[in-house]
Structures are given as C-alpha cells and as structure tokens.
C-alpha cells in the first residue's frame, strides 16, 4: 500500500489553511482552559500557606511576649520578697534607734519598700492580664492553624487531581498542536502565534457573528464580509487584527436576522383598475 504523501503547507488552499488555523486555535483553547483551572487553584494554594506561615510567626511572637512576662511577673516577685526583707529590717531596727531623726529615716524607708511592694503587685496584675490576653490571642491562632491547614490540604488534594486528570488530556492536546503546527506554513503559524499572544483571551482566529468580528466585536463592512465568505484571501480585522473567517468554516450555523418585507408599493394603474 501506498504511502500517502504530505502536502506542503505552501501549497495549501487559502481554505486549507484557515481550517488548519481554526483546529489549532480550539486546541488551544482548550490547553487554554487546563492552563486556567490549574492556575486558580495553585493560588489557592500559595494563598493558604502564606497565611499559615504567618499565624506561625504571631504564635512564635507571643510566646517570646509570654517568656517576657513571665519572666517580668518573677523578677517583680523576687523585688517583693526582697521588699518585704528590708522592711522587717528596718522594723527591727526602728527597736534600737537612739533618737526620732534615726526613727524617722527608718519609716521612710519602710515607707519607700512598701511603695516598691505596690508597685511590683501592679506590674504582677498586669503583667498577668497580659498572659491571658495573649493566651486567648494564641489559642485562637492555633484554631485558625487549624482551620487553614484542612482548607489547605483539601485545596492541595483538589489541585494534585486536576493535575493527574488534566495531564494526559494536555499531553495529547499538545502532541496534536505539534502536529498540526507542521502542516500550516511557518509564516503563517507566526503571524497567528503572535496575533493571539497580543490577545487577552488567546483568540488568534475568530468567525463572524451577526456581520461582526467574533474578537472584538467591530461591525465588519459588506464587501469584507463577502471576501471572509470568498475564503480566497486571508482576512483580518481591521480593528483587532484577528484572523477572520466565515461561520461555515469554522462549523457553527451562521446566525441570520430576519428582515421584513418591504410592501409593494400601488401604481396609479392598479389603483384605476380597482
């Protein structure tokens, strides 16, 4: 049997060519929605362990904030007892004073460690506050850690799916792209590669809806709408720059409006006769 032999891209129909460039752009489309979906997701993704790593850095913070206050509350503790051991001093010498400006320099300072006491109480009280209001901050911290690691591993799960699903789906979409790609000529491939990278929705190749450009939307003249349906030259929009072809070609039914027709106008002679 025969081997059947490849046209060169060259020698290709203007038709022919428009085809080919119409299958690769809905290959592409669809290599475009994969791309799209698995794109979403990894956001996701990226999104929840970022927030992660941060309530991992507010729980470190508070802890190093829950050291520091403890270790406040015990340094106030240890003033207190050292206080409280002056002030029993100075009581106990206060028995063996020998004169009132002795007596009276001693209550001061009793006086004075009492304040200490007070005020080393008040920084214990706050001090202690503090720890339970970060407590509260850190307990709620680790019910978000929680929370977001659930939601993370759904989302990671969800993406590793997509992934294995979409895989051999882009694979063989690729593959027939690569294919086609060598039965349209290179120039041509170019022009449209680059015609859809200057596209926001990927679109190098569109047909016409109801006399417009299936890109951007732009009413499309009689005359060019009649060379698009010639398919003797390729046509491009004017105002997007996309490829344009006919309906037919792209094997969508062309949308038609309905035009009323006009009444047939009286002659005077028909009016006699009647």
């Known amino acids: 049997m025969a081997k059947e032999t490849k046209k060169d891209p060259a020698e290709l129909s203007v038709e022919e060519k428009l085809t080919s460039l119409y299958q690769l752009q809905t290959m592409l489309s669809e290599i475009d929605k994969i791309k799209t979906l698995r794109g979403e ?11 992660l790593a941060g309530l991992s850095t ?12 403890s270790k406040g509350i015990a340094e106030n ?43 080393a109480e008040k920084h214990i009280r706050d001090y202690t506050a503090a720890i339970n209001a970060k ?26 799916e997509i992934i294995e699903e979409t895989r051999q789906e882009e694979e063989k979409l690729r593959e027939r792209c690569k294919n086609l790609e060598q039965s ?43 060379d698009i349906r010639m398919r003797k030259k390729i046509i491009v929009c004017e105002y997007c720059g996309r490829i344009i072809i006919d309906p037919e070609l792209a094997g969508v039914k062309e949308e038609h409006k309905q035009v009323e027709a006009a009444p047939k106008r009286r002659t005077r002679k028909a009016a006699a006769e009647e």
């Open 184 to 226: 349209i000529e290179p120039r041509l491939l170019q022009s449209f590669k680059r015609i859809r990278n200057n596209t926001r929705n990927g679109l190098g190749i569109v047909y016409v809806q109801r006399e417009s450009c299936g890109g951007c939307f732009n009413k499309i003249p009689p005359q060019r709408q009649l």
């Open 58 to 69: 507010r729980i470190e913070k508070i802890q190093v904030e829950l050291t520091q206050l």
């Open 135 to 160: 407590n509260e901050e850190q307990a709620r911290s680790q019910e978000l850690i929680a929370e977001k690691q659930q939601d993370l591993e759904i989302k990671k799960s969800e993406l590793e």
């Open 41 to 51: 997701l990894p956001l996701e993704v990226q999104d929840l362990e970022d927030e």
């Open 77 to 119: 503790k240890v003033a207190m007892e050292k206080s409280k051991g002056l002030i029993a001093k100075f009581t106990e010498q206060q028995n063996n004073v020998r004169n009132n400006r002795e007596f009276d320099s001693l209550n001061k300072e009793i006086e004075y460690e009492t304040l200490n006491i007070e005020l």
